[in-house]
């Protein structure tokens, strides 16, 4: 079963810094992974899809890597705004799962204006 | 992408009582997917709906208690059935869009929040 971490849990960073999210996966039979963003009480909204076949990608202020060998994908965000304050999800989708999605429980974050 | 609606958004219900969660997608798709949301945890995934067949359950979920219904490729509804505070969660449906529909980007619907008392 594939189990995924997030690290850290939750963190505050003041306006302008950069911010590096982890996320850890234990089977590394992965079709791709997604990082969303999760404001309070509402749904996911997609933020970067990698496919298991790349190295990494970018949107804007961010930019999402992946290191399949060994179980790690990294999100940066660039210039961090209170804006980007959310809790931020990291998905595995497994090779042999039809795009059914293990999650991480996220990595909350606070920007401080 | 792929744009999809939940209702109700958020319901209070009494215990030993079902809920019925509509999702809506603006596009066709094979496959649906229903999560669940314990306060404080991250996604589960409850099971997999695919349009003219039975939903597909994950271990520990079944569908006495979460029956699925899928009768286009628009549309599905789960049911959370005889309510304990225990269900008290955040529904979520999701499809894929893009690519090979097997493993592409996956969309979410804003969620049903669902408080048992």
């Known amino acids: 079963k594939q189990e995924v971490t997030q690290i850290p849990a939750a963190l505050s960073v003041p306006e302008g810094e950069n911010l590096v999210l982890n996320c850890s996966f234990t089977?590394?039979?992965?079709?791709?992974l997604q990082w969303f963003r999760q404001d309070p009480g509402k749904g996911l909204t997609s933020l970067l899809l990698?496919?298991?076949?790349?190295r990494e990608q970018t949107s804007g202020r961010l930019n999402a890597s992946l290191d399949k060998s060994s179980g790690r994908s990294t999100l940066y965000i660039a210039a961090s705004q209170p804006g980007d304050s959310a809790t931020y999800l990291c998905?595995?989708?497994?090779?042999?799962?039809?795009?059914?999605?293990?999650f991480g429980k996220g990595n909350q974050v606070v920007v401080i204006p | 992408s792929a744009v999809i609606s939940q209702k109700p958004s958020r319901d209070i219900c009494q215990r030993g009582t079902s809920l019925t969660i509509q999702c809506q997608v603006d596009?066709?798709?094979?496959?649906m997917f229903w999560y669940r949301q314990q306060p404080g945890q991250s996604l589960t995934l409850i099971a997999t709906a695919n349009q003219g067949s039975e939903a597909t359950y994950e271990s520990g979920f079944v569908i006495d208690k979460f029956p699925i219904s899928r009768p286009n490729l628009t549309f599905s509804t789960l049911t959370v059935s005889n309510m304990s505070p225990e269900d008290s969660s955040i529904y979520l449906c999701?499809?894929?869009?893009?690519?090979?529909?097997?493993?592409?980007?996956?969309?979410f619907g804003p969620g049903t929040r669902l408080t048992v008392l």
């Open positions: 999701s499809v894929g869009a893009g690519g090979w529909e097997g493993h592409n980007e996956q969309f």
């Open positions: 089977d590394s039979a992965i079709y791709n």
């Open positions: 990698i496919q298991s076949s790349q």
């Open positions: 998905a595995v989708g497994s090779f042999y799962g039809n795009n059914r999605l293990a």
């Open positions: 596009s066709q798709v094979t496959m």
